[in-house]
């Protein structure tokens, strides 16, 4: 726990260094003199503004080492947050200047220098709208292929501009030094997003998988089943996730990310099982053996702990039992003797996906299933509703602290159970969920 906390705090100190790293570049060699503290205010909102939309790049790059063991939802949680004050930053320091003396309006008139202008308006245009789709990215219907691509095209514009911004007023970075420095970081931060979107995909591209095998799945879903084609395969560990392009290019913008719902212990036999929610994962069923496939991963932090004194208890809702099936078949596949309980949430009883199998599991592993269904069969004598409250009281394995626990499923169960767990005085490092709604 103190690890965890520990690691936190030390890389959220590393992250304040490191935007405030420029106002430390800007001191030394020749400063503009007499011009007061709100201007020189302003004009430290802008630099760390643009060194917090740089890091941004680092943060969303997908850099198995970064950041390690966070996940990737608390990952884009701070992405989101860390985003907004950076874009109240950019938009704070021409107000700010501004306020301070008029005379910089003609930063942003035309007929001074048409050029400059138009940039300026654009990349505060630009940082306004990266920002403000991606708050209501749902409200505004935005097809979500296209608002990422917009999204990362539009924050590569904000930190071009800034940077060139910068060099030219110079008041600061006059000396040639400096400018190499401001130009290696914030170059480097947006040459990681030319990395991610075109290296990755062209790297991908030595390691082709294929569809071997579709498998229908109650509730609607599917199963892919998806082999390596003349490589050794991907190792993961149960409970990860991979971003699947589905085709004969990883250039696709159709890259999805998805749990691996296989062993761990088969990398050359992976599956993925899905349920129809949008244009990518609605095509699923009617994929054809054979069809061309590239995974980036493995991801993820939500993994299969093997210290628990006494078991796991597993809490899924609906197609959120994917990971944890990942992790059910790696044990059995490990022989594990512990004891481990799953609470499986679902609409219906004919909706229960990988229902048959768990029945299998429950027979390999000490594994007890309880089924908790929204609308049970007349002759259910089961547990009813959601997992609540209630249903975890009657229900969770003593003692407490002794089990680890894993969460995946909906956003209101997922919140409810997190929060009875700690207060029951769980500790938090022992609790791990993967969230799939997390953009
Ligand atoms: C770590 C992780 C693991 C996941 N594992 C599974 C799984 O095992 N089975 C499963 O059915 N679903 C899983 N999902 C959700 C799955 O990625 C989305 O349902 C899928 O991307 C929807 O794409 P679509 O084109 O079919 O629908 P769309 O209409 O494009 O999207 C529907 C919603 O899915 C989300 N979404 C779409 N694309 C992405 C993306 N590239 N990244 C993140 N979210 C996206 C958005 O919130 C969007 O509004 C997982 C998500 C994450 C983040």
Redesign the pocket.
């Known amino acids: 726990m103190q690890y965890s906390y520990l690691k936190a705090s030390l890389l959220g100190a590393l992250y304040v260094v490191l935007v405030l790293s420029p106002l430390a570049l800007m001191l030394p060699g020749p400063t503009p003199t007499g011009r007061g503290f709100w201007m020189e205010f302003g004009v430290a909102l802008g630099f760390v503004g643009l060194a917090m939309l740089a890091m941004q790049f680092l943060i969303t790059g997908r850099y198995r080492n970064f950041a390690m063991g966070f996940g ?2 608390n990952l884009l949680q701070f992405h989101l947050a860390t985003g907004v004050v950076a874009m109240l930053l950019v938009l704070a320091h021409p107000v700010v200047i501004i306020a301070t003396d008029t005379h910089y309006l003609e930063f942003l008139d035309p007929r001074v220098n048409f050029m400059r202008s138009l940039a300026l308006a654009g990349a505060t245009f630009a940082v306004i709208a990266v920002v403000v789709t991606s708050l209501w ?2 409200k505004f219907r935005l ?3 296209w608002w ?1 691509v917009t999204h990362g095209g539009l924050a590569f514009i904000v930190v071009f501009v800034g940077l060139v911004h910068t060099i030219q007023v110079s008041h600061f970075t006059g000396l040639w030094w400096k400018q190499g420095i401001m130009i290696a970081v914030a170059g480097g931060a947006m040459l990681l997003l030319v990395h991610t979107r075109f290296i990755k995909p062209m790297i991908l591209k030595k390691y082709p998988y294929k569809v071997t095998d579709v498998i229908e799945e109650r509730a609607g ?1 599917t199963t892919l089943v998806i082999e390596p084609v003349d490589h050794r395969g991907m190792h993961f560990e149960a409970g990860q ?1 991979a ?1 699947i392009t589905l085709g004969d290019s990883p250039f696709s913008l ?8 296989s062993s761990a212990e088969k990398p050359k036999r992976l599956q ?12 699923w069923r009617d994929i054809e053996p054979g069809t061309g496939a590239y995974l980036e991963g493995p ?2 932090a ?1 993994t299969q702990r093997w210290d628990s004194p006494k078991g796991s208890v597993f809490v899924a809702g609906g ?2 039992v ?2 944890i099936m990942s992790m059910l078949r790696t044990l059995a596949q490990r022989k594990d003797s512990r004891h481990h309980m799953l609470f499986y949430a679902n609409k219906n009883w004919e909706g229960v996906i990988f229902r048959e199998e768990l029945e299998e599991l429950q027979e390999m592993l000490d594994l007890e299933v309880l089924h908790v269904l929204e609308e049970p069969p007349d002759d259910w004598d089961g547990e009813e509703g959601f997992v609540d409250l209630d249903v975890l009281e009657r229900n969770l394995p003593k003692p407490y602290g002794e089990y680890f626990y894993y969460i995946c499923g909906p956003k209101p169960m997922m919140d409810m159970v997190e929060k009875e767990l700690v207060d029951r005085g769980i500790s938090l490092p022992t609790i791990m969920s ?6």
């Open positions: 990737s939802d990215r749902k097809v979500y292929e990422r879903g996730f971003w159709q890259q999805h990310p998805f749990s691996f719902s993925f099982t899905a349920k129809p929610a949008g244009d990518f994962t609605e095509t991801y993820g939500f197609v959120g994917t990971p993967e969230r799939f709604e997390i953009v």
